[in-house]
């Protein structure tokens, strides 16, 4: 017997066993038996399950639920101690036992004017000397006042990091890239291991205009160790002085591990810092965006933090039935542990949110893809669906395909924004008015068609168009009014807290990813190996593996034997 099947016929009524016999019930009834009519019923249940908050607005009435769902949730929420759990959260306490840190990211975007909740005062204040000292170093760049080796002005930052030290920014910097702005310094994005993303700027870049930012909480990730190593070695080539001479003035660092800024060669007064507390994928607001203020200002950066710290005070304060982050994590979790749902798409409507699912899929995926709780046992339901999107136009040349017709059972968020800024010429501004809405009708299109299917299809056009749209595929609509700072960074905090909402209902420490360490250990070896240096742990000898280093290390021979020739 599964474990659904099993808990919903215990006696014990819990909030959790009433959930998967609500979940039986609800089975027999589809998104268009709730939704898919003009019934009085069916407009006040659109109306009770929309919220608003700020510049956001958030449709939850495509999901397969009702709101006596949303009330076995938000129970379920309060007897997994959701609310003590939130103030300890808030306060500095423990809630990363296996590193035995606190996880205060909030802390770096709590207002100086504003008093911060016990526990949290030592932890904000730090943040807020960071941000003064980040502010000046941003505003000297723009001053034209920041002068690399040669005595030339900065012009381009070159951003290396990975993972969360490039996600977040890059997310930020295209979403807003169209601001108007009188800033004339471009910037720059390095994080794939391979060089290809250096290569060009190594080729386009005036090298002395170019300031490197050196993005690495642990200050040892190798993909960031080898980009850096490459772009000094160009640097120092070209502007023929040493690397030590590069880092006193083309270098920034930004690390929870100042004493290795300082070994590697970065002045103290060129290195930011944060602590340990903030977690790498929860690090945009600490001076890892220090490259977003260089691009778009630091009052750009600033309104990014009061947009999140707008959805920080929202979670703290709000009764679950409407706080937007609660409810978006308690939808998740019917999705994926009830409805049994295993994957989630993250489609934006707006082609400056490319890079949205890639930065959701590693604060979401890293932070709960895991099935050990904190008390060590294996967890017996599913936690973290897999996350994964595109831009929704894309899509629909591309996946939508399956996911109307094919059979698998998805869930979906997407995201549009309802207001493009306007442009000087008036006939372009009337054309790219066209082309929102048309992208807006799509967005509005494909979530009625997921949830609906063919039951959309209008009574004049049945039988004169192909039928066979599934429909009963859950999804809600994120809708911004406009994509500014303040509401990209109220986005971003929903769905930080909706993260931290989920580890609670399963238990799960949402703060460490020791999933990610294996890999790299492995990596270690392998690299020796073909880089011919003494294997310091040799690995598990596989047949597949070994043919494969067999064959690239005959291909790297016959390029080395061409290029010697």
Known sequence: MNASLSIANSRVYTPINELYMHAEHLHAQSLSDLLGNDSACAQQRALSLAFTFGSLHIDFSKQRLTTETIGLLTAWAESCGLT????????????NP??????????????????????????????QHQ????????????????????????TDIVHIGVGGSDLG???????????PSSIKVDVHYVSTMDGAQLLPLMENLNPATTLLVLASKSFTTADTQFNVRTALAWLSHALEVDEATVCRYQMIGVSSKPEKMTDFGIPEAQQLVFKEWIGGRFSLWS?????????????CFDALLEGAHAMDKHFLETPFASNLPTLMALVGAWNSQFLNIPTHAVLPYDGRLKSLAAYLQQLEMESNGKSVGLDGRSVSHATCPILWGDVGPNGQHAFYQLLHQGSHTVSADFVAVAQRPVVACEKVTRALEAQEQLTLAHCLAQSQLFALGDDAIPQALRGLMAQGYRGNQPNSVVLLKA????????????????VFVQSVLWNLNPFDQPGVELGKQLA???????ADEPVEHQNVEDPSTTQLLHKVNEWRKQRNDKGSS
């Open 84 to 95: 003590e759990k939130r103030q300890a959260l808030f306060a500095g306490a423990e809630v």
């Open 169 to 179: 920014p890059k997310l930020i910097s295209e979403a807003l890239a169209d601001r």
């Open 287 to 299: 001076p890892i965006g220090i490259s977003v203020a260089m691009q778009l200002g630091v009052e």
């Open 131 to 154: 941000r003064e000292r980040m502010s000046e170093m941003v505003n000297r760049v723009h001053r034209g006042e920041w002068y690399g080796a040669t005595g030339q002005a900065i």
């Open 483 to 498: 994509l500014n700072a303040w509401s990209m960074g109220a986005l971003l905090a929903l769905y930080e807290h909706k």
């Open 98 to 127: 296996s590193e035995k840190r606190a996880a205060l990211h909030v802390a770096a975007r709590w207002p100086a004017n504003e008093v911060s909740p016990r526990g949290m005062e030592s932890a904000a204040a730090f943040c």
């Open 524 to 530: 270690t070896s392998l690299y020796q190996t073909l």
